[in-house]
């Protein structure tokens, strides 16, 4: 009796979904699927980033090249490289004020800064500090940019140590770290001070460290509700100390600065008196600045927790031209209907919406997540929804006026994350979700490459402008 019981529970289903014991669903894997561990269409990750280099290869001979075909190679590549940059309503021009601002910024003595938002694949400057190190090569500018009063995550590019009595609230993460109020300013983060404190910072100078982030040359403090006498004074390494001056800038935002006569690689920053402290900017004195801005664990649906009238005066402030935003791998393996999809579309819709309001002299670029693996009938292979996923957020990025790129489609889409990880040496974690250092690295110069074939063609318009017209 106890067999036939049994045996009435379980129901063979389908070759794809196995079988039904009791109201749990059961696959066992064909002994053909135990011995190919990996789907065949699978391209080597040495072999896909040999042929992404290739699609670029066209302009180091472009002035050899005929007007018509140059102009072919640029339509091409915007319509179906799988590097390129979908831009909204399909405007080549999207970005030529911008390049135009990063050509003359240096003559011009302009600062200009470029913030990368991102979840924990950026996290340490991960791509960013790659995509920081050529735009500087390129344009001019050194320094790393934008840092948190509190660093509780290890950097790449600089380590820094801050007093007890300086505490961290975050808009994005556990409630518990959450102010009572929405003033986080552009980082999403902030340290309150009280009585004396200070925030010690020092660039790294380790093997892969890049040049351009191991100096800087003028120091920003950016606060908001300091008491009255609230002082703020640098101190260099030979003991110097350069006291500062507060710019009141509007109600919810002062400005502290200062300029050392010599290029600085450490500092301390002593304050005392209570404040909140929404960054200190270390940047050169002209060129780009880029900013790294990790939360790990997040969607990116926070900006509309936050004031937005501080998030404007300090985008201004740091005369904020650029913004990428790469999002979307913490939703993907909840993502499971289209209703989930939906919804994160439409609040990734007003997140955008708002930056755009709040900061509207940037050009935004949204960068859809990277393919992740996970085990479904015992086999790794992409998580079923991503490709959704991706096409909702690249629906809502063209829609409001932002670009996207897609680094899904860069890596080789579908099971490409399985090659990265094969790949020797490794791009990618054996997580099947995180790249490895070289990935990041790697996708680093994959987008600033892309970027590039925009500037060039900015170049190219400009040097025929009669004959784009007809």
Same mark, same amino acid.
């Given at each position: 009796?106890?067999?036939?019981?049994?045996?009435?529970?379980?129901?063979?289903?389908? /070759?794809?979904?196995?079988?039904?014991?009791?109201?749990?669903?059961?696959?066992? #894997?064909?002994? +053909?699927?135990?011995?190919?561990?990996?789907?065949?269409?699978?391209?080597?990750?040495?072999?896909?980033?040999?042929?992404?280099?290739?699609?670029?290869?066209?302009?180091?001979?472009?002035?050899?090249?005929?007007?018509?075909?140059?102009?072919?190679?640029?339509?091409?590549?915007?319509?179906?490289? #799988?590097?390129?940059?979908?831009?909204?309503?399909?405007?080549?021009?999207?970005?030529?004020?911008?390049?135009?601002?990063?050509?003359?910024?240096?003559?011009?003595?302009?600062?200009?800064?470029?913030?990368?938002?991102?979840?924990?694949?950026?996290?340490?400057?991960?791509?960013?500090?790659?995509?920081?190190?050529?735009?500087?090569?390129?344009?001019?500018? &050194?320094? $790393?940019?934008?840092? $948190?009063?509190?660093?509780?995550?290890?950097?790449?590019?600089?380590?820094?140590?801050?007093?007890?009595?300086?505490?961290?609230?975050?808009?994005?993460?556990?409630?518990? &770290?959450?102010?009572?109020?929405?003033?986080?300013?552009?980082?999403?983060?902030?340290?309150?001070?009280?009585?004396?404190?200070?925030?010690?910072?020092?660039?790294?100078?380790? !093997?892969?460290?890049?040049?351009?982030?191991?100096?800087?040359?003028?120091?920003?403090?950016?606060?908001?509700?300091?008491?009255?006498?609230?002082?703020?004074?640098?101190?260099? $390494?030979? !003991?110097?100390?350069?006291?500062?001056?507060?710019?009141?800038?509007?109600?919810?935002?002062?400005?502290?600065?200062?300029?050392? +006569?010599?290029?600085?690689?450490?500092?301390?920053?002593?304050?005392?008196?209570?404040?909140?402290?929404?960054?200190?900017?270390?940047?050169?004195?002209?060129?780009?600045?880029?900013?790294?801005?990790?939360?790990?664990?997040?969607?990116?649906?926070?900006?509309?927790?936050?004031?937005?009238?501080?998030?404007?005066?300090?985008?201004?402030?740091?005369?904020?031209?650029?913004?990428?935003? +790469?999002?979307?791998?913490?939703?993907? /393996?909840?993502?499971?209907?289209?209703?989930?999809?939906?919804?994160?579309?439409?609040?990734?819709?007003?997140?955008?919406?708002?930056?755009?309001?709040?900061? $509207? +002299?940037?050009?935004?670029?949204?960068?859809? #997540?990277?393919?992740?693996?996970?085990?479904?009938?015992? !086999?790794?292979?992409?998580?079923?929804?991503?490709?959704?996923?991706?096409?909702?957020?690249?629906?809502?990025?063209?829609?409001?006026?932002?670009?996207?790129?897609?680094?899904?489609?860069?890596?080789?889409?579908?099971?490409?994350?399985?090659?990265?990880?094969?790949?020797?040496?490794?791009?990618?974690?054996?997580?099947?979700?995180?790249?490895?250092?070289?990935?990041?690295?790697?996708?680093?110069?994959?987008?600033?490459?892309?970027?590039?074939?925009?500037?060039?063609?900015?170049?190219?318009?400009?040097?025929?402008?009669?004959?784009?017209?007809?």
């Amino acid at each position: 009796m106890t067999v036939l019981l049994v045996l009435g529970l379980i129901s063979f289903l389908s /070759p794809e979904e196995g079988w039904m014991i009791g109201d749990k669903n059961f696959y066992f #894997p064909t002994v +053909e699927e135990m011995v190919n561990e990996e789907p065949e269409h699978i391209v080597a990750a040495s072999r896909r980033m040999m042929e992404i280099e290739e699609s670029f290869r066209i302009q180091q001979q472009k002035d050899s090249i005929a007007y018509a075909d140059s102009l072919s190679f640029y339509l091409s590549f915007f319509k179906s490289n #799988p590097s390129r940059i979908e831009l909204p309503g399909n405007n080549p021009n999207y970005f030529h004020e911008l390049f135009a601002s990063f050509d003359s910024c240096v003559s011009r003595n302009e600062l200009i800064h470029v913030l990368h938002y991102g979840d924990s694949q950026i996290e340490g400057d991960r791509i960013t500090g790659t995509i920081r190190q050529k735009l500087q090569e390129t344009f001019g500018g &050194n320094g $790393p940019g934008l840092l $948190p009063a509190v660093q509780l995550i290890p950097s790449a590019s600089v380590g820094q140590t801050s007093s007890e009595n300086i505490t961290r609230y975050t808009v994005s993460g556990s409630h518990q &770290n959450r102010a009572s109020h929405r003033r986080y300013g552009v980082l999403g983060q902030l340290g309150v001070t009280e009585g004396e404190s200070y925030i010690s910072f020092a660039t790294r100078n380790w !093997k892969d460290t890049y040049e351009n982030v191991k100096t800087f040359d003028c120091i920003r403090l950016f606060v908001g509700r300091t008491s009255s006498g609230f002082k703020a004074d640098i101190i260099l $390494p030979d !003991k110097t100390i350069l006291r500062g001056k507060p710019q009141t800038i509007n109600s919810s935002l002062t400005v502290y600065s200062w300029k050392p +006569e010599n290029p600085v690689k450490k500092f301390d920053l002593r304050m005392s008196g209570s404040g909140e402290i929404y960054g200190i900017a270390t940047d050169g004195n002209a060129g780009i600045a880029l900013s790294n801005i990790p939360y790990r664990g997040s969607s990116g649906t926070f900006y509309t927790s936050m004031d937005s009238l501080l998030l404007a005066s300090m985008y201004k402030e740091l005369n904020t031209r650029l913004i990428l935003l +790469e999002f979307g791998g913490n939703v993907v /393996p909840y993502a499971e209907t289209e209703k989930s999809i939906a919804d994160y579309k439409d609040n990734i819709s007003r997140q955008l919406a708002f930056l755009r309001n709040v900061c $509207p +002299e940037a050009k935004i670029v949204f960068i859809g #997540p990277a393919d992740m693996s996970t085990k479904l009938r015992g !086999k790794l292979q992409t998580y079923p929804h991503l490709e959704q996923l991706i096409a909702a957020l690249k629906e809502a990025a063209l829609d409001n006026g932002v670009a996207f790129w897609n680094m899904y489609e860069v890596m080789g889409g579908k099971d490409s994350m399985i090659s990265w990880v094969k790949n020797s040496p490794a791009l990618a974690a054996p997580d099947y979700i995180h790249f490895s250092g070289r990935g990041a690295i790697r996708m680093g110069e994959l987008f600033f490459d892309s970027f590039m074939i925009y500037y060039d063609y900015y170049k190219f318009d400009r040097e025929h402008p009669r004959k784009q017209r007809r």
